[in-house]
């Protein structure tokens, strides 16, 4: 079960990070429900049919988080949920480091999985949630050719620039409570800068086997 949750939710949110919106008034204009039945349109298509990222390019998905992730990713959001209660007694220096590592984190773990998408398709079930929401939850299922259908629901908030996402669920678990067991035991033990210096390093050890990598090809 922790296997197929971890690929996933690596299939999710790296496919999440080739897709941008076509602009800020568009962004604000579109709805939940809209946004993320596009861009689940755009992932699939974008992975299936760019030869780079279907080789494992990872560079070119790196490109693309610099520039297009930010837009409809709310990181500030998912890190606090994921730090839980220690977020407010951090300065906002440290939050913001943790926010950058966090960030970069997930964008080294989960953009080699582009290449994972072959031929899924999405289905999406009817949204619950009235016009006046700040919040909402968008469930869809990923259908494949082998296996059952995958659960797959976003929550998103609507922020004066339009919906983000700021939590994925895959198969009933969310992805910040992925993170929140290992960030509270590091905080306990270590406090912010701790978990900061934990996530660095990382961070750092996944940068030098990337730059391997693609030394490599």
Do not use: C, H
């Not at 006046?132 to 976003?154: F, H, K, M, W």
Request: glycine share 6%; aromatic share 8%.
């Amino acid at each position: 079960m922790k296997r197929t949750l971890t690929k996933f939710f690596n299939l999710v949110f790296a496919s999440l990070l080739i897709t941008g919106l076509a602009s800020g008034a568009a962004q604000a204009q579109e709805g939940p429900d809209a946004l993320v039945k596009r861009l689940s349109q755009e992932i699939l298509d974008t992975a299936k049919n760019d030869k780079d990222i279907q080789a494992g390019n990872q560079k070119k998905v790196y490109d693309m988080v610099e520039s297009k992730i930010l837009p409809y990713i709310d990181f500030p959001r998912m890190t606090s949920l994921a730090a839980g209660k220690s977020w407010k007694d951090a300065t906002p220096a440290q939050q913001k480091q943790l926010t950058n590592e966090f960030r970069t984190l997930l964008v080294f773990t989960y953009s080699g999985a582009i290449s994972q998408v072959k031929d899924q398709r999405v289905e999406f079930k009817p949204m619950r949630a009235d016009a006046a929401d700040t919040e909402v939850e968008v469930r869809t299922q990923v259908i494949q050719s082998r296996g059952e259908p995958i659960v797959l629901n976003y929550r998103l908030e609507k922020l004066p620039a339009g919906w983000k996402i700021f939590d994925i669920n895959v198969l009933g678990a969310w992805l910040v409570e992925t993170y929140k067991g290992s960030f509270s035991a590091e905080i306990s033990k270590s406090g912010i800068d701790g978990l900061i210096q934990t996530l660095a390093e990382k961070n750092k050890k996944l940068a030098a086997s990337s730059a391997a990598k693609s030394a490599a090809k």
